[in-house]
């Protein structure tokens, strides 16, 4: 997005989307439950984001919020949950494939993921963040970290750049949401386990 900032106004399919079209939101849970409130907080993201049901496609990453969702009566458009189990950067690049594919399409407008952020193994953040398209409020935002002062120039004409860009930049932000998101899940899975063993010895003295 600084990139994009420092470009000035840039004419492209995945940046100026007129927005019509349903929202699609990546939700990224685990398959397994016994993780403490981990799944739960996730879902909360979604199902509190203003986001209204009839106007949320799913992409499921985790059958624990699939199922959730499903039986809310949200659409589950696609379903990778076998991801979570041993996640690939080809993975990532799969979903992004089809996410963009039905962005230009115009099924979409606007792309979201839900998922867990690790700082620590005990400090885990549910996220919800926009992938696509680059608003202008983020432009703005990395417009002024970067100062605003360097024009962005490209070697081959922009369109062949972003082209090339914006795959690999949402295919690492679906990636590195997944590998926090088994990080997450394993820390807050730990603390589960040592929460409901101190209980048991409690009851046992």
Do not use: W
């Not at 379903?79 to 992004?96: E, H, R, W």
């Not at 696509?132 to 935002?141: F, H, T």
């Not at 120039?153 to 990636?175: C, G, H, M």
């Not at 949401?177 to 010895?201: H, L």
């Amino acid at each position: 997005t600084t990139m994009i900032a420092r470009s000035g106004s840039i004419n492209h399919r995945f940046l100026n989307n007129s927005g019509e079209g349903k929202k699609a939101v990546i939700v990224i849970t685990s398959n397994r439950g016994l993780a403490g409130g981990y799944n739960t907080n996730v879902i909360k993201q979604v199902t509190s984001s203003g986001i209204a049901k009839e106007d949320m496609l799913v992409y499921s990453i985790g059958r624990k919020g699939k199922d959730y969702l499903a039986r809310r009566g949200y659409d589950i458009k696609a379903d990778y949950s076998d991801v979570i189990n041993a996640p690939l950067y080809n993975d990532a690049m799969n979903i992004c494939k089809r996410m963009l594919q039905d962005f230009e399409a115009g099924n979409i407008g606007e792309i979201y993921i839900a998922y867990t952020g690790f700082k620590n193994t005990v400090v885990h953040e549910p996220k919800l963040l926009k992938l696509l398209p680059v608003s202008a409020d983020m432009m703005q935002q990395d417009g002024d970290k970067a100062g605003n002062v360097i024009p962005m120039n490209y070697e081959i004409e922009e369109d062949r750049a972003l082209d090339l860009i914006i795959p690999k930049y949402v295919t690492s932000l679906i990636y590195g949401a997944i590998k926090e998101a088994v990080a997450s899940e394993n820390g807050a899975r730990m603390q589960a386990m040592d929460s409901a063993t101190s209980n048991a010895e409690e009851m046992i003295s």
